[in-house]
């Protein structure tokens, strides 16, 4: 299994949508959300998803498909 952790950041149009369930659903990856920041007009997430390399990449193309901005982090966003 593959861990990646990505800042996913979506406008206002996606803050009602359950993105990180659809994710489980349809890739059948493990989340961890690190710490996120919604609001209204906008939102953020650090997200940690687990599962095979295929299925975490094509998580990461679903959510800049609906409109989000994903970047990849390195280390571990608790320690600093």
């Known amino acids: 299994m593959a861990r990646i952790r990505l800042h996913v ?9 359950p993105m990180v369930y659809e994710l489980v659903k349809q890739f059948d990856v493990v ?8 609001e209204a007009h906008s ?4 997200l940690e ?3 095979d390399q295929d299925r975490l990449d094509a998580s990461v193309g679903y959510l800049e498909a609906l ?6 982090m ?5 320690e600093g």
């Open 9 to 17: 950041s979506f406008p206002e149009e996606l803050v009602d949508r």
């Open 74 to 78: 390195e280390g571990d966003v608790l």
């Open 43 to 46: 939102g953020w997430t650090i």
């Open 31 to 38: 989340p961890n959300i690190r710490r996120a920041n919604v």
């Open 49 to 51: 998803l687990i599962g």
């Open 67 to 72: 409109g989000c901005t994903v970047n990849r």
